[in-house]
Structure formats: structure tokens, C-alpha cells
């Protein structure tokens, strides 16, 4: 499966996950979560080509999709994907919430998500 490809499925898996936790399936939601670690890993395999393979998402229409790709790649792209964090943890809801808590993670210093 080509690069471009497999960032298409994280953000429609990432999307799918945003909505069932909005119609309160967690059991799908958690189906969606699988399949986009499962994706990023598959990107991550070829190193930093498949985490710039993903920047393309920072400019997503959907902030969820944004603030997920930007937690991911906070490590990689740390200026692009906090300003990215940043815009969203200034909202309120779900999604700005999440955004928040990613830049509180990587600030303290317990982000984990590609530590390689």
C-alpha cells in the first residue's frame, strides 16, 4: 500500500473514531484507535519519510484529525505540530481538550507516541 494511501486510512480511522465516541460506541471507537496506531506504525516502519508522509494532515479540515496527527508527531515536526496543539487547546470541547493534554504531556516530559 502506497504512503499516501495509508495517511488517507489514519485520517478517515481518526475521523471514524471521533465520530462513534460522539454517538457514544466506544467499542467502534476503539475499533478506529486500533487501526490508525496500526497505520502509524506501518508509517513509522519507514522512518522519517512515513512521519513526513503525515504532515500533510496539520492542514486537515477536521481539527480532530489535526490534533491527532500533530500528537503524534510532536517529536518529528515539534514547532509544526505544537503551533497546530496550541490553535486547537484554545477551543473548548473534546478535541481542544485532547490538544491540550497532548502539550501538557510533551511539556512535562511523559509524551510517548514515537519516542524513537
Do not use: C
Amino acid at each position: 500500500m502506497k504512503m499516501e494511501e495509508l495517511v488517507s486510512q489514519f485520517a478517515e480511522n481518526v475521523a471514524a473514531q471521533t465520530d462513534a465516541i460522539w454517538r457514544g460506541d466506544s467499542k467502534a471507537g476503539n475499533k478506529y484507535a486500533r487501526k490508525y496506531i496500526a497505520i502509524f506504525d506501518k508509517l513509522r516502519a519507514h522512518g522519517d519519510t512515513g512521519r513526513e508522509a503525515l504532515t500533510v494532515l496539520f492542514e486537515h479540515p477536521r481539527m480532530d484529525v489535526r490534533v491527532m496527527v500533530a500528537a503524534y508527531l510532536l517529536r518529528y515536526r515539534t514547532k509544526d505540530a505544537t503551533a497546530v496543539l496550541k490553535e486547537a487547546a484554545k477551543g473548548e470541547g473534546l478535541v481542544p481538550f485532547k490538544a491540550g493534554q497532548a502539550l501538557m504531556r510533551w511539556e512535562e516530559g511523559t509524551w510517548s507516541l514515537d519516542p524513537e
